[in-house]
């Protein structure tokens, strides 16, 4: 055991002189299981059959048993750990806080700053032959006392130092922001438990627990957390795109394909499999090592070998565009903290998600669309931000830049025009020294201009918002949707568990012809029957659905697994009979076929073979569908009769839809026989599920959370629609929508199911049309019996549409594995935390920790808390900004020195931007934001309300400040501190400025606290004691700044009455605010809003990025790319036009009068619309669909992409040509021309699907871009 202390986790270059001891210990080694893994299928099986001789063979050498597991005593445990690694696949490093630092330093107005201080000091430290300083002119600030020439080094230094504090406190918000995400990545993980048997006992153990050697028990839903090879299977399909790139599924089974790999999702089935390999050992943790995730291991092969392993991964991620791979690779530094929160998800140490980001690049498209960024587009407010900052910062820019160059053309005029001086060479340092003079001062106006504040205040907004939802149930997974459920329109959500209790209870039951109202007395159903059923519902479940006795004596039995099953088997212990003994008798080893549950079949089988050697079946499934397949009833004496359809329509009406209207689940359980020679043919399901024998109709009852009906009318209130999408009956769907409060009677809606649903949202060809969604969705409420696609189409509808003003933005709940898709499409996924699966709770965005609809209000509140909390913050900065802009500007050009200087801008960027951003940021959420309507993507972030906030006080303090300037000496009776000499000590005059100026904006923070123009702006300040401990924190230093900051801060100590007056105009901040809330804001009607959202909801994301060059390029790409295609469109249009005219054999007038009016643009968007709608259809598939977001998501990609297909264009259009003249028929409908492209570009998706798989700059990209 020469390497068992080495180290904890177990990476594989494992030396090999401990690896043959281990083999020894053991009958396989590492290296055997790992190479055993590789292989699939048929060679699998060999190879175990070869090595092993079969699965029990092999699990001795594991030294495990396939049906008791692990003994589980702990030195074992720890034993296998050491020698075939432990279940965890080690972070990537985080980032330490000295490259943070040096991040943050790039910044590139603190870089100018820094450049500007350095060059301060030098030239302060260069003395000038003194007896000439006269004749350099007297702007160069007449005499100078010996003290002050010594000081002129402290400006510069001061600039330094407060440049390093901005720097620090960015880095250290970056460092608690990373350390944040990684706590709440482990908090994930820690959540994370998976079944295994030890001892014979089935029991829950935290992912990373599992060890080689345990026998896992997997089932529908589960996400793989080790490799394996099955041990006994039921049905069990595997999605392994995530691993192969093929998203068809692969059936597994013990005799065919045994091979189950960690980070491949379960999507039908059960079964148990024996752990071969965990952690870095595993398929997956092998692809992370090579993507550079196992960053020790990289560490300790030398810089040689690292850069062959990235090599060979990028080899392995061909297919993924360079640019992902690198940002894969790399944590970059990103200041959207949606793309870091996704990237934190792949990188975090993975225990459960091994595969979230590193694919083999070949992944499906749900893996590529995560590597980029896998929300739609960017997060409504980061869109909006974005915009402002950019605006803002080039404000600053020509303000800083006129700053500038007023100042140095006044000191050049004045000093060689008016008072005509020579330039002499020993002057040149003191003028070099005016020069970087002005050059700070510019550069501060542009400090204090650009709000970096911003990123900032929404990183702590989101930060610390998330860390409060916790409290709230709420664990969210991608940062922005926090932010994007404030703008919530609708929430389409399941009803079992989230809505209801999800604790199912059997309450009627229509069994021997009887219609028992409550469960009925074991006497009262004959013993044949009863039998039966006990024996149907015991063995024909999962058996890991149990009922466990209460943890406390009074509580309720607890229900473990599937509910609707655990109702069933609550039934069977309300006959007074035990289930499992029943399956003691049975075990699940002995099962002789299982067809299990899924959405298709809406019902589950089981077939034993009896003592005779016959085999029987016993079925459950949704009533109406299994009453379908059955035949025969059991009667009062417990014998088959015949059971017509006339009765079974006559049970449906007397039995089921009572027990519907009342809010139950019916359930059908019923049975067939089959001989045993000749053995039916198992897996041809159409002749095996018919003619059941029908042994009775349970109604169960799953009763509505009790908090619901309030939660959905507070989201009601809120401008929220609630709908509920269930796979249950339509009238048990409204029953419970009633009790809830989603539909009320009396008002207009509609309640379809899935089939109704479907036969109106398509045309004659079974296409979806999205006018047909827009005509129902505005009043679906409830969409009963609907399949997984339904949900995602109903999702997809809503969130395309453009009924209406404005763009819907959905939130979706769902809990099973087929919800991944309408979890990921909605704008928000919610997943549920209990009884979520991990296909589920990896597409969401928030997990629900307590499964509560009432967490979703939360999550709602939190939402717009952060939209509010940033507008606060914007109404602060953006005064300060226009104020100190204004005074640094005009007090220059009017007194060639800024009143504020740069230290003390620096202070006041510091209050501004990083105080104030926490202070405002981290407000409480108040019960008053349910009671407005969602802003919606167009509403601009600064309403008019704001502005005129902003603007008034604005007015007061540039006011008070230039009063100050130009008359404060008088006022005070002191020196004036205006045209100071170059090195002059600080004045009173200019220390009383300053802060004053502090003072208003602190005070002003207070009325920047409100922003829907409330007068109590002290309402409820002592909740956030974040907030008061800034203000008078800030207060405290700014005491300490002005009395004994001195010459670095340029300050002087003022007396106490001095401080009083700054006080006073302080606080008339606060009066002033009052006045101006009283102003009615639409009697203004000049005030503009600004930062509004994107104006086209279609502008895919890219076009908001950060980077104000990348916006451009795309913009010239994407109207040449639009040009482009409205003439080649233009073009198949009239050719379409001319063929069918010739059809038709009307006249050509009329399609050369269309050629004229094509251009009309209406008639182009007409035409995209059609062609959009069209083009839709035919990229439904999801590897298009894929391959068309992963390419949007990185711009470098788009931007030759429109020109050099312009020949595919042609092309098209001669095929269309010959399609058309083959078969089409002149349109019948009046939009002559929708039809006719319709029909032509469906004859030709097949082409162009094969130009978008093909090459991702293909005109469908383009398109797809420009739409």
């Given at each position: 055991?020469?390497?068992?202390?080495?180290?904890?986790?177990?990476?594989?270059?494992?030396?090999?002189?401990?690896?043959?001891?281990?083999?020894?210990?053991?009958?396989?080694?590492?290296?055997?299981?790992?190479?055993?893994?590789?292989?699939?299928?048929?060679?699998?099986?060999?190879?175990?059959?070869?090595?092993?001789?079969?699965?029990?063979?092999?699990?001795?050498?594991?030294?495990?048993?396939?049906?008791?597991?692990?003994?589980?005593?702990?030195?074992?445990?720890?034993?296998?750990?050491?020698?075939?690694?432990?279940?965890?696949?080690?972070?990537?490093?985080?980032?330490?806080?000295?490259?943070?630092?040096?991040?943050?330093?790039?910044?590139?107005?603190?870089?100018?700053?820094?450049?500007?201080?350095?060059?301060?000091?030098?030239?302060s430290f260069y003395q000038p032959p003194g007896e000439r300083s006269e004749m350099c002119g007297s702007a160069a600030g007449g005499v100078e006392g010996e003290g002050e020439a010594e000081?002129?080094?402290?400006?510069?230094?001061?600039?330094?130092?407060?440049?390093?504090?901005?720097?620090?406190?960015?880095?250290?918000?970056?460092?608690?922001?990373?350390?944040?995400?990684?706590?709440?990545?482990?908090?994930?993980?820690?959540?994370?438990?998976?079944?295994?048997?030890?001892?014979?006992?089935?029991?829950?153990?935290?992912?990373?627990?599992?060890?080689?050697?345990?026998?896992?028990?997997?089932?529908?839903?589960?996400?793989?957390?080790?490799?394996?090879?099955?041990?006994?299977?039921?049905?069990?399909?595997?999605?392994?795109?995530?691993?192969?790139?093929?998203s068809d599924h692969v059936r597994k089974s013990a005799d065919k394909d045994p091979m189950l790999l960690s980070g491949t999702h379960v999507m039908e089935g059960s079964g148990k499999m024996v752990v071969t390999a965990v952690g870095v050992n595993s398929q997956t943790g092998i692809i992370f090592t090579l993507l550079g995730a196992g960053g020790e291991e990289e560490e300790k092969k030398d810089k040689k070998e690292?850069?062959?392993?990235?090599?060979?991964?990028?080899?392995?991620?061909?297919?993924?565009?360079?640019?992902?791979?690198?940002?894969?690779?790399?944590?970059?530094?990103?200041?959207?903290?949606?793309?870091?929160?996704?990237?934190?998800?792949?990188?975090?140490?993975?225990?459960?998600?091994?595969?979230?980001?590193?694919?083999?690049?070949d992944g499906d498209d749900k893996e590529k669309k995560k590597?980029?960024?896998?929300?739609?587009?960017?997060?409504?407010?980061?869109?909006?931000?974005?915009?402002?900052?950019?605006?803002?910062?080039?404000?600053?820019?020509?303000?800083?830049?006129?700053?500038?160059?007023i100042l140095v053309l006044y000191f050049a005029i004045d000093t060689f025009v008016?008072?005509?001086?020579?330039?002499?060479?020993?002057?040149?340092?003191?003028?070099?020294?005016?020069f970087v003079k002005f050059f700070i001062i510019g550069v501060t106006v542009l400090v204090v201009a650009v709000p970096e504040g911003l990123p900032l205040a929404v990183t702590i907004s989101l930060a610390y918002s998330v860390k409060k939802m916790m409290k709230d149930n709420n664990l969210v997974r991608h940062l922005d949707a926090c932010e994007t459920m404030g703008n919530a329109t609708a929430i389409c959500s399941d009803k079992t568990g989230t809505l209801t209790t999800n604790r199912m209870t059997v309450v009627q039951a229509y069994v021997g012809e009887v219609h028992h109202k409550e469960v009925p007395d074991p006497d009262a159903i004959p013993s044949k029957t009863l039998d039966m059923l006990v024996n149907a519902i015991s063995l024909n479940s999962a058996y890991t659905s149990k009922i466990l006795p209460p943890e406390k004596d009074i509580g309720l039995p607890r229900q473990v697994g599937n509910k609707t099953e655990c109702g069933l088997l609550g039934l069977v212990l309300d006959l007074k009979r035990d289930y499992q003994t029943v399956r003691d008798q049975t075990p699940e080893e002995k099962l002789y076929k299982v067809y299990t549950f899924n959405s298709e079949r809406k019902s589950m089988s089981t077939v034993i073979k009896m003592q005779d050697g016959s085999f029987r079946m016993y079925s459950k499934g949704a009533s109406e569908i299994v009453l379908k397949k059955c035949s025969n009833i059991l009667n009062?004496?417990?014998?088959?009769?015949?059971?017509?359809?006339?009765?079974?329509?006559?049970?449906?009406?007397?039995?089921?839809?009572?027990?519907?209207?009342?809010?139950?689940?019916?359930?059908?359980?019923?049975?067939?026989?089959?001989?045993?020679?000749?053995?039916?043919?198992?897996?041809?399901?159409?002749?095996?599920?018919?003619?059941?024998?029908?042994?009775?109709?349970?109604?169960?009852?799953?009763?509505?959370?009790?908090?619901?009906?309030?939660?959905?009318?507070?989201?009601?209130?809120a401008g929220i629609t609630v709908r509920m999408v269930t796979g249950d009956n339509i009238n048990t769907a409204r029953a419970i929508a009633i009790k809830c409060g989603i539909i009320s009677p009396g008002e207009d809606f509609i309640c379809l199911e899935g089939k109704d649903f479907n036969r109106r949202i398509r045309n004659e060809k079974g296409e979806i049309e999205q006018e047909r969604i827009d005509k129902i969705w505005p009043k679906l409420r409830v969409l009963a019996r609907s399949s997984p696609t339904d949900k995602h189409t109903l999702v997809k509808g809503i969130i395309d549409s453009l009924h209406g003003e404005r763009r819907q933005v959905v939130a979706v709940t769902g809990d099973g594995t087929n919800d991944g898709p309408a979890l990921k499409k909605a704008d928000v996924g919610f997943a549920m935390g209990i009884a979520g699966t991990d296909v589920a709770k990896e597409a969401s965005d928030i997990i629900l920790t307590d499964d509560n609809f009432s967490s979703i209000v939360k999550a709602v509140m939190w939402g717009r808390n952060v939209y509010d909390s940033i507008s606060k913050f914007l109404q602060f900065q953006l005064t300060v900004n226009i104020v100190a802009v204004i005074v640094a500007f005009t007090g220059a050009c009017i007194t060639q020195d800024s009143p504020l200087k740069a230290v003390q801008m620096l202070w006041v960027n510091l209050i501004m931007d990083t105080f104030a951003s926490l202070a405002l940021a981290t407000e409480p959420p108040t019960e008053s934001l349910l009671m407005r309507k969602p802003?919606?993507?167009?509403?601009?972030?600064?309403?008019?309300?704001?502005?005129?906030?902003?603007?008034?006080?604005?007015?007061?303090?540039?006011?008070?400040?230039?009063?100050?300037?130009?008359?404060?000496?008088?006022?005070?009776?002191?020196?004036?501190?205006?045209?100071?000499?170059?090195?002059?000590?600080?004045?009173?005059?200019?220390?009383?400025?300053?802060?004053?100026?502090?003072?208003?904006?602190?005070?002003?923070?207070?009325?920047?606290?409100?922003?829907?123009?409330?007068?109590?702006?002290?309402?409820?300040?002592?909740?956030?004691?974040?907030?008061?401990?800034i203000v008078f924190g800030t207060f405290a230093i700014q005491i300490v700044i002005i009395q004994f900051g001195g010459k670095p801060f340029s300050c002087i100590p003022l007396q106490i009455d001095q401080w009083l007056w700054c006080m006073v105009l302080g606080v008339g901040e606060l009066l002033w605010g009052q006045i101006i809330s009283s102003i009615p804001t639409n009697r203004l009607k000049f005030l503009k809003e600004a930062g509004h959202g994107t104006q086209k909801d279609d502008i895919p994301e890219e076009e908001l990025n950060e980077d104000a060059e990348e916006i451009d390029h795309a913009e010239r790409e994407?109207?040449?790319?639009?040009?482009?295609?409205?003439?080649?469109?233009?073009?198949?249009?009239?050719?379409?036009?001319?063929?069918?005219?010739?059809?038709?054999?009307?006249?050509?007038?009329?399609?050369?009068?269309?050629?004229?009016?094509?251009?009309?643009?209406?008639?182009?968007?007409?035409?995209?619309?059609?062609?959009?709608?069209?083009?839709?259809?035919?990229?439904?598939?999801?590897?298009?669909?894929?391959?068309?977001?992963?390419?949007?998501?990185?711009?470098?990609?788009?931007?030759?992409?429109?020109?050099?297909?312009?020949?595919?264009?042609?092309?098209?259009?001669?095929?269309?040509?010959?399609?058309?003249?083959?078969?089409?028929?002149?349109?019948?409908?009046?939009?002559?021309?929708?039809?006719a492209i319709d029909s032509g570009i469906n004859l030709t998706t097949d082409t162009s699907k094969s130009a978008t798989s093909s090459s991702p700059g293909s005109p469908l990209h383009s398109l797809e871009t420009s739409l």
């Open positions: 055991m020469g390497d068992m202390t080495n180290s904890a986790v177990d990476f594989y270059p494992k030396n090999q002189r401990g690896e043959s001891n281990h083999a020894g210990e053991f009958g396989c080694s590492l290296d055997e299981l790992r190479s055993l893994m590789e292989l699939r299928g048929a060679e699998g099986v060999q190879k175990m059959q070869d090595t092993y001789g079969d699965v029990n063979g092999f699990c001795r050498r594991l030294k495990t048993s396939p049906t008791e597991g692990l003994a589980g005593n702990p030195a074992d445990l720890e034993n296998r750990k050491q020698i075939f690694g432990r279940n965890f696949i080690p972070p990537k490093k985080p980032k330490t806080f000295l490259q943070l630092v040096w991040e943050a330093l790039q910044d590139v107005t603190l870089i100018i700053l820094e450049l500007a201080a350095i060059i301060s000091l030098g030239l000081a002129g080094w402290i400006e510069g230094a001061a600039i330094l130092l407060s440049v390093f504090c901005v720097v620090f406190v960015t880095a250290f918000n970056d460092w608690s922001k990373e350390k944040q995400f990684r706590g709440l990545q482990s908090r994930i993980e820690q959540e994370q438990k998976f079944s295994v048997v030890r001892g014979g006992q089935v029991i829950q153990i935290p992912v990373s627990e599992i060890v080689t050697g345990d026998i896992a028990q997997i089932k529908y839903g589960d996400l793989l957390p080790a490799d394996g090879v099955l041990i006994q299977g039921n049905d069990l399909k595997i999605d392994e795109s995530s691993l192969t790139g093929e690292r850069i062959n392993s990235q090599s060979s991964s990028q080899m392995s991620t061909v297919k993924t565009p360079p640019h992902n791979l690198i940002r894969k690779m790399q944590d970059g530094n990103m200041e959207n903290s949606q793309n870091k929160a996704k990237k934190q998800d792949g990188a975090a140490a993975m225990e459960m998600q091994p595969l979230k980001s590193a694919e083999g690049g590597a980029g960024s896998s929300k739609k587009e960017k997060s409504v407010l980061q869109g909006k931000l974005t915009k402002l900052a950019v605006q803002i910062g080039k404000a600053g820019l020509v303000m800083s830049a006129i700053t500038v160059i008016i008072q005509k001086l020579q330039w002499l060479p020993e002057c040149t340092p003191v003028y070099i020294q005016f009062t004496a417990g014998e088959p009769r015949g059971f017509r359809p006339r009765d079974r329509d006559e049970m449906v009406k007397k039995v089921i839809e009572p027990m519907a209207c009342n809010g139950l689940r019916t359930i059908c359980i019923a049975f067939r026989d089959f001989p045993g020679s000749p053995e039916p043919d198992w897996d041809n399901e159409n002749i095996i599920l018919i003619d059941l024998t029908c042994i009775a109709v349970v109604g169960i009852e799953d009763p509505v959370r009790p908090e619901v009906p309030d939660a959905i009318k507070k989201c009601q209130q802003y919606g993507r167009n509403k601009p972030l600064i309403s008019r309300t704001m502005m005129k906030n902003i603007l008034g006080h604005g007015i007061y303090q540039l006011t008070v400040i230039f009063t100050l300037l130009f008359a404060g000496e008088t006022i005070f009776n002191i020196d004036s501190g205006r045209n100071a000499p170059l090195h002059a000590p600080p004045s009173e005059h200019y220390t009383i400025i300053f802060n004053t100026f502090v003072l208003m904006q602190l005070f002003n923070e207070i009325n920047a606290r409100k922003i829907h123009g409330e007068k109590n702006v002290f309402d409820g300040i002592f909740r956030n004691p974040i907030f008061c401990s994407l109207r040449r790319g639009q040009i482009l295609w409205f003439r080649g469109l233009n073009r198949i249009q009239t050719q379409i036009e001319v063929v069918n005219t010739f059809k038709s054999g009307t006249s050509f007038q009329g399609a050369l009068r269309r050629q004229s009016s094509v251009t009309s643009q209406n008639q182009d968007i007409r035409v995209v619309k059609a062609f959009r709608s069209s083009l839709y259809e035919g990229l439904e598939k999801p590897e298009s669909k894929s391959s068309i977001h992963n390419f949007m998501t990185h711009p470098e990609f788009r931007i030759d992409d429109s020109q050099p297909h312009i020949p595919l264009i042609d092309d098209t259009d001669i095929e269309e040509d010959a399609a058309l003249k083959q078969n089409s028929s002149p349109p019948s409908s009046p939009n002559k021309n929708n039809n």
